[in-house]
């Protein structure tokens, strides 16, 4: 998909099955995702999750992929750059990281190359959705220079603190 200085970003593999589930088996993870949070319960959901984020691949402007450190070849978490459920074509990024890769500025690094692939393929807006008292994804919006936009139910249907970031020169989103 695309690299960062310190990263590769790419689909995940069913053969990583076991570090999937034991990132999103995980509450303090977990807890912060979509509508009615649930952490995993058995490895086998993961098969099922990780099918689900390699269905975005269909559209290559869109995907949920694993981060893996090129230092050490372990996925640290997911990045995603989605549009966004029950939206009118809003674009989502997001990310997810496993507890021993909290801290280390990958997801602002991966998120900012996510941001950076939406607008090379032509995107003019990107959005961020977050649980209000998510600091550290707060932390992650302010870094990448996302504007807040205030809390909101539009989306998920739960109050989240939504930011939005424009392509720099482009036409932002109404």
């Not at 912060?32 to 559209?59: C, H, K, M, Q, T």
């Not at 869109?62 to 978490?77: Q, S």
């Not at 959705?129 to 600091?135: A, F, G, S």
């Amino acid at each position: 998909m695309f690299t960062t200085e310190r990263l590769t970003i790419r689909l995940w593999a069913q053969e990583e099955r076991e570090r999937h589930f034991d990132i999103y088996s995980r509450w303090e993870v977990s807890r912060w995702l979509g509508s009615a949070p649930r952490a995993l319960e058995n490895v086998d959901e993961a098969d099922a999750v990780i099918a689900r984020y390699r269905s975005f691949s269909d559209d290559p402007r869109y995907g949920v992929w694993a981060v893996e450190r090129k230092d050490t070849g372990v996925v640290a978490g997911t990045v995603l750059l989605v549009p966004i459920p029950g939206g009118d074509g809003e674009v989502e990024v997001g990310w997810h990281f496993h507890p021993d890769s909290w801290g280390h500025g990958f997801a602002t690094e991966a998120a900012c190359g996510a941001v950076a692939k939406g607008f090379t393929d032509g995107l003019d807006t990107v959005y961020s959705l977050v649980r209000p008292d998510n600091l550290p994804s707060l932390a992650v919006c302010r870094r990448l220079g996302m504007s807040p936009l205030g809390r909101t139910d539009r989306w998920y249907g739960v109050e989240m603190e939504a930011f939005r970031l424009d392509r720099p020169g482009g036409r932002p989103s109404a």
